[in-house]
């Protein structure tokens, strides 16, 4: 079974830097466009950014300026790079790799804990 791995997350102080990853543990050619999102304790969950296969980005609005986006499709790999960390920033972060175009199916990973804490 094909699988997105997640890494990267922790503990970090707030006005810090934290650099996510993600990878598929095969490659999966009909994923045409990847995404971090993230769900907070109580929250649903939420887009945080997403990279298509043009290199185009787009982010919400809460995290413009402070994160950014980066990897290659092709290779299913994609990467978050997170700066001036808040504590409402603090969720699970999950990778994701959207195949709806081709096969109809979205990929997750299992989620990697960020926690902005003093």
């Known amino acids: 079974q094909v699988q997105l791995v997640e890494s990267g997350g922790g503990l970090v102080q707030p006005g810090g830097s934290q650099r996510l990853s993600c990878a598929a543990s095969?490659?999966?050619?009909?994923?045409?466009?990847m995404a971090w999102y993230r769900q907070a304790p109580g929250k649903e969950r939420e887009l945080v950014a997403a990279?298509?296969?043009?290199?185009?980005?787009n982010y919400a609005d809460s995290v413009k300026g402070r994160f950014t986006i980066s990897g290659d499709i092709a290779k299913n790999t994609v990467y978050l790079e997170m700066n001036s960390l808040k504590p409402e920033d603090t969720a699970v972060y999950y990778c994701?790799?959207?195949?709806?175009?081709?096969?109809?199916?979205?990929?997750w990973g299992k989620g990697t804990l960020v926690t902005v804490s003093s």
């Open positions: 994701n790799g959207d195949a709806t175009m081709y096969d109809g199916v979205d990929y």
């Open positions: 990279m298509a296969g043009g290199g185009t980005a």
């Open positions: 095969r490659i999966i050619f009909s994923i045409q466009a």
